[in-house]
């Protein structure tokens, strides 16, 4: 049986690390796309791929993921979690700053999902994952994160969008909640806050793995709180 192929976008990332490594161990493929290789990566492993890719470029995504479809028997997972987050009200985001977060949080996303999307349904199997939030679940808890809180609640209706096409399908689109995720920039960005309640980003990455199978999958989609 050949392996499974897995995708991960922010694979130089707190979160991004994690889930490359998880499904590393559990004997996946790993395509571990990154701005930038660096010699050190920790994702220089037998079965781990790093790919360097601009996921503001959309014709460099689906060439890529054309790529990777022509060397596997098809895309099992995809996990995309690159994204970005400002701070702001109403009163202090303009336009700018709502545009930076549409790029960092739904383009890069909406450029990588989309071939991956149709290659899932070319092949009738497959799951992709968004990284959403809990201001993008719920815009009133985005009060003090516009521009973010915006960005991040578009991921949700593209995922709605997507499991509405796969209807009849056995592709899953879900959208990953996570609480605050206990990295060094967090802490460092709120070092008063109790550490205890975070989310460790190898916890997420488990929660990930052990969904990707999605034995009970359903026409709605899935929001998967962590």
Known sequence: MPSKTVLVTGAAGNLGKAVVQQFAANAYNVYAFVHKIRGNDATLQPNITPM???????????????????????IDVAVLTTGGFAMGTIATTDIKAIQ?????????????????????????????FFIGSKAGLNTTQAKDVTAYGLSKSLLFRLAEIMQAEAKGTDV??????????????????MPDADFSTWT??????????ESAPAPNRNEQGMVIMV
Not at 100 to 117: G, H, I, S
């Open 200 to 209: 460790k980003p190898e916890a997420i990455a488990t929660t990930i793995y």
């Open 52 to 74: 360097e890719l601009d996921l503001l470029n959309e014709a460099a995504c689906s060439e890529s993921v054309q790529h990777i479809a022509q060397s596997n028997s098809s």
């Open 172 to 189: 899953l689109v879900s959208v990953i909640v996570p609480n605050i995720i206990d990295t060094p920039q967090n802490r460092a960005d």
């Open 100 to 128: 930076q977060q549409m790029q960092l949080n739904f383009e890069t996303a909406y450029n990588m999902a989309r071939p991956v999307f149709l290659q899932m349904m070319q092949q009738k199997h497959g799951h992709l």
